[in-house]
């Protein structure tokens, strides 16, 4: 069983930071590709950012491209995401999801991933 657990929302003021982070239990974690994904009030939920099982391949979406980092550190079975320059668009609700195929295809859409958290709430505001 894979269990994922977020922290590190909350309330910030736009042009400001947070930094996520979900703790995965499992055995296997180096070999999870991981990603964030958030969802806004009355939206569906999207592609944030994920970081490949093998090497340090990441991927972006282009909204939050140069602005948010997506990281892991496998020692500690933890994954992060570094947001700097928060825009009132950024407000969600942030999940962390984890996809344990082994796939060397980084995936941004939902299906892909068979394990979620619980999610962490992150307001901007101005």
């Known amino acids: 069983q894979v269990q994922l657990v977020e922290s590190g929302g909350g309330l910030v003021q736009a042009g400001g930071s947070l930094r996520l982070s979900c703790t995965v239990s499992?055995?296997?974690?180096?070999?999870?590709?991981m990603a964030w994904f958030r969802q806004a009030p009355g939206k569906d939920r999207e592609f944030v950012a994920a970081?490949?099982?093998?090497?340090?391949?990441?991927y972006y979406a282009d909204s939050v491209k140069g602005r948010f980092t997506i990281s892991r550190d496998s020692a500690r079975n933890t994954v992060y995401l570094q947001m700097n320059s928060l825009k009132l668009e950024d407000t969600a609700d942030y999940y962390c999801?984890?996809?344990?195929?082994?796939?060397?295809?980084?995936?941004?859409?939902?299906?892909?991933?068979?394990?979620w958290g619980q999610g962490t709430q992150v307001t901007v505001s101005s």
């Open positions: 499992g055995r296997t974690f180096s070999t999870y590709t």
């Open positions: 999801a984890a996809d344990t195929s082994k796939s060397i295809v980084v995936h941004t859409t939902r299906s892909s991933y068979d394990y």
């Open positions: 970081i490949r099982w093998s090497g340090s391949l990441t």
